[in-house]
């Protein structure tokens, strides 16, 4: 029978706060519901960081809290930040898992590791009002199309699985990756300073323009991480948070050295690994984490990034403009015999080009006009935001 495949990633779905990079709530809710309608049943895969709990806010007493000690009530806690936030979309999704031959994959990245809390599956199916077709996992591999977030070929984000979660003094908590824990504990008020700055790619092109953030960033990350080489081990103890992998210091200090903060490179390495399966002639790989678009075809292989559903600009350096980056989605057709025929498509989206010095004089005047351009009512939400 004839089956639809559609893959989005890296969409990091906020609490609507100043965190919060995603603002295109019109377009994805539009877009979902193009999926709706369609006659052929169809997979819909959200392939990691669907969600961004790491950068949600935990409002405590009014206050927001960035805890690394992640315990399902917080899971819970943010999740309903982010619900409150983007309404349509999970409006959007509810409509597209009413229909039975329609199935909704929540594949798990580094931002939506809280997925693996059991709560936190049941409390998106309770909203979803679906138990049957929605799945959360590590992998989609059906019919050939094989998609997964990625964070597993990327070296200081991967996660273990086999060991989602940690006790903590008798609590159960998420066993992030150890720079997860650094960036949740540490970095997050340098985002609520700068709201606008991780949304200009490529960030050694943004950085070299606003040294005062790279200067911040810099000088965080030194300080952490000699505090988690002399200070933390002791101080910290019995915090299984603070234990720092022994092979992660080479690859820091080689980071340090180069200001390299972005995500590496994890075609070569999945392509690595992935080498000795036998079944991967003819496949379709759809692969995020890396907000980039590319392309890869070659022997049978194919290799897909989609690119991000967050708010994010191209700097073009020679005239200091910021070009908004497309929205993009994979689209796979299953044919009767099994044969597939796929395209990359832009979803469109009407924005105007920003200048930047304009953006860097005043970040949260700009958050705020960049969500009025998509009708994204983020006055509403600040709002409440404490800071
Ligand atoms: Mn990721």
Same mark, same amino acid.
């Given at each position: 029978?004839?089956?639809?495949?559609?893959?989005?990633?890296?969409?990091?779905?906020?609490?609507?706060?100043?965190?919060?990079?995603?603002?295109?709530?019109?377009?994805?809710?539009?877009?979902?519901?193009?999926?709706?309608?369609?006659?052929?049943?169809?997979?819909?895969?959200?392939? !990691?960081?669907?969600?961004?709990?790491?950068?949600?806010?935990?409002?405590?007493?009014? /206050?927001?809290?960035?805890?690394?000690?992640?315990?399902?009530?917080?899971?819970?806690?943010?999740?309903?930040?982010?619900?409150?936030?983007?309404?349509?979309?999970?409006?959007?999704?509810?409509?597209?898992?009413?229909?039975?031959?329609?199935?909704?994959?929540?594949?798990? !990245?580094?931002?939506?590791?809280?997925?693996?809390?059991?709560?936190?599956?049941?409390?998106?199916?309770?909203?979803?009002?679906?138990?049957?077709?929605?799945?959360?996992?590590?992998?989609?591999?059906?019919?050939?199309?094989?998609?997964?977030?990625?964070?597993?070929?990327?070296?200081?984000?991967?996660?273990? #699985?086999?060991?989602?979660?940690?006790?903590?003094? !008798?609590?159960?908590?998420?066993?992030?990756?150890?720079?997860?824990?650094?960036?949740?504990?540490?970095?997050?008020?340098?985002?609520?300073?700068?709201?606008?700055?991780?949304?200009?790619?490529?960030?050694?092109?943004?950085?070299?323009?606003?040294?005062?953030?790279?200067?911040?960033?810099?000088?965080?990350?030194?300080?952490?991480?000699?505090?988690?080489?002399?200070?933390? #081990?002791?101080?910290?103890?019995?915090?299984?948070?603070?234990?720092?992998?022994?092979?992660?210091?080479?690859?820091?200090?080689?980071?340090?050295?180069?200001?390299?903060?972005?995500?590496?490179?994890?075609?070569?390495?999945?392509?690595?690994?992935?080498?000795?399966?036998?079944?991967?002639?003819?496949?379709?790989?759809?692969?995020?984490?890396?907000?980039?678009?590319?392309?890869?075809?070659?022997?049978?292989?194919?290799?897909?990034? #989609?690119?991000?559903?967050?708010?994010?600009?191209?700097?073009?350096?020679?005239?200091?403009?910021?070009?908004? /980056? #497309?929205?993009?989605?994979?689209?796979?057709?299953?044919?009767?015999?099994?044969?597939?025929?796929?395209?990359?498509?832009?979803?469109?989206?009407?924005?105007?080009?920003?200048?930047?010095?304009?953006?860097?004089?005043?970040?949260?005047?700009?958050? /705020?006009?960049?969500?009025?351009?998509? !009708?994204?009512?983020?006055?509403?939400?600040?709002?409440?935001?404490?800071?």
């Amino acid at each position: 029978m004839k089956k639809e495949i559609v893959v989005i990633g890296d969409v990091e779905i906020g609490g609507g706060t100043l965190t919060d990079d995603f603002i295109s709530d019109k377009a994805l809710s539009a877009f979902i519901g193009t999926l709706t309608r369609k006659k052929t049943p169809v997979d819909f895969i959200l392939n !990691g960081d669907s969600f961004d709990f790491m950068k949600c806010p935990y409002i405590v007493k009014g /206050k927001n809290t960035y805890p690394r000690h992640i315990t399902e009530k917080i899971s819970l806690a943010k999740l309903k930040l982010m619900e409150e936030a983007h309404a349509p979309v999970f409006e959007a999704l509810r409509r597209f898992v009413s229909h039975k031959k329609n199935r909704l994959f929540f594949t798990i !990245g580094n931002h939506d590791h809280d997925l693996f809390y059991e709560g936190v599956q049941e409390r998106i199916k309770e909203l979803l009002k679906s138990k049957e077709n929605v799945f959360f996992r590590l992998q989609y591999h059906f019919h050939g199309v094989y998609a997964e977030h990625g964070q597993q070929y990327d070296f200081l984000n991967k996660i273990n #699985p086999k060991r989602a979660f940690i006790t903590y003094r !008798g609590e159960k908590i998420l066993n992030i990756p150890w720079l997860a824990f650094g960036l949740i504990s540490r970095f997050m008020t340098i985002k609520e300073e700068h709201p606008f700055m991780e949304r200009i790619k490529p960030y050694p092109t943004m950085f070299s323009h606003h040294k005062a953030v790279l200067q911040k960033i810099n000088r965080r990350s030194i300080e952490y991480v000699l505090k988690s080489i002399i200070y933390y #081990p002791l101080r910290y103890f019995y915090d299984p948070t603070y234990t720092i992998p022994r092979e992660i210091f080479r690859e820091l200090y080689r980071r340090l050295k180069n200001r390299h903060w972005d995500i590496d490179n994890i075609v070569p390495v999945f392509k690595r690994r992935q080498r000795w399966r036998a079944n991967l002639r003819n496949k379709i790989h759809v692969l995020g984490h890396v907000h980039e678009h590319y392309l890869e075809q070659k022997g049978g292989w194919i290799i897909i990034h #989609p690119d991000t559903w967050r708010d994010e600009y191209t700097f073009d350096e020679t005239n200091g403009k910021l070009y908004h /980056k #497309p929205k993009k989605y994979v689209h796979i057709l299953v044919e009767d015999d099994d044969s597939l025929q796929w395209e990359v498509k832009d979803y469109p989206i009407k924005r105007s080009v920003l200048r930047f010095d304009d953006v860097l004089k005043d970040e949260v005047g700009w958050v /705020k006009k960049a969500a009025a351009e998509e !009708g994204y009512p983020i006055e509403k939400f600040l709002a409440r935001d404490p800071s």
